[in-house]
Nanobody, 111 residues
Framework: VQLQASGGGLVQAGGSLTLSCVAS????????MGWYRQAPGKQRELVVG???????NAADSVKGRFTISRSNAKKTVYLQMNSLNADDTAVYYC??????WGQGTLVTVSS
């Protein structure tokens, strides 16, 4: 299983970005998929994810601003991030089945 994340970059505060994570191999469908992030000097934390039953779980800090979606046909999970602020600056990682990790994509929000 491989996860390829993309879409990170530099954005001004208040702006938006969309991250994508494409999965290859025998994964997706009923498996949980999600996005995590790790800011400098901090532990990796869950941003938002799909659980195995299809419900979503999001960190309080991103509720109302970030939205996760998926395309099973494309084996892709997306993270739409709106109203970005400096606290959202981090490396974002996609995760599948709580086991597999993508390589991370850097999001930098300038104030």
């Amino acid at each position: 299983v491989q996860l390829q994340a993309s879409g990170g970059g530099l954005v001004q505060a208040g702006g938006s970005l969309t991250l994508s994570c494409v999965a290859s191999g025998s994964i997706f469908g009923d498996n949980s998929m999600g996005w995590y992030r790790q800011a400098p000097g901090k532990q990796r934390e869950l941003v938002v994810g799909f659980t195995s039953d299809g419900s979503t779980n999001a960190a309080d800090s991103v509720k109302g601003r970030f939205t996760i979606s998926r395309s099973n046909a494309k084996k892709t999970v997306y993270l739409q991030m709106n109203s970005l602020n400096a606290d959202d600056t981090a490396v974002y990682y996609c995760n599948a089945a709580d086991i597999y990790w993508g390589q991370g994509t850097l999001v930098t929000v300038s104030s």
